[in-house]
């Protein structure tokens, strides 16, 4: 699925707003956006049906230094899962919701990483890209 994108001059914000339209198309319910904690960022919570989803959005505009998806590494992954801890813990929510974490990797679907207007990206959405466990 491909979906146009206003194009922002902050690549990386702009590639978080799509990825709420892109989620809100897939019925997924916004909950919060870039939920700050002492030692992470969570940059989309949402829920899907009865799920509560901690989204990483990754943009890539090459592909030489590795994909979108490879670039959230175990230290990375460390740091999401305590900002969700946090996220449940703050809103007493720990042991009252099912959780995953998803990653949705962006790359310009044009081709053209320097186009910043109206650029298309091309969506990878990894459902439980991995777990707190």
């Known amino acids: ?9 902050n690549r990386g914000a702009a590639a978080e707003k799509y990825a709420q339209r892109y989620l809100t198309a ?6 919060t956006t870039n939920y700050l ?15 509560l989803v901690f989204v990483e959005v990754r943009l890539r505009s090459h592909h030489q230094f590795g994909s979108a998806a490879d670039s ?16 449940l813990q703050t809103n007493n929510l720990w042991d009252k919701v099912n959780c995953r974490f998803d990653a949705l990797c962006l790359s310009p679907y044009s081709g053209n990483p320097n186009a ?7 969506v990878e959405w990894i ?3 991995f777990s707190a466990s």
């Open 1 to 9: 699925m491909i979906f146009k994108d206003e194009g922002k001059s």
């Open 26 to 31: 897939q019925h997924l319910k916004i909950i």
């Open 37 to 51: 904690t002492p030692r992470g960022e969570l940059d989309i919570i949402a829920r899907d049906a009865d799920t």
């Open 72 to 87: 959230i590494n175990h230290r990375k992954q460390q740091r999401i899962i305590y900002a969700a801890k946090h996220y």
């Open 116 to 122: 910043d207007n109206h650029h298309q990206y091309q």
């Open 127 to 129: 459902r439980n890209a």
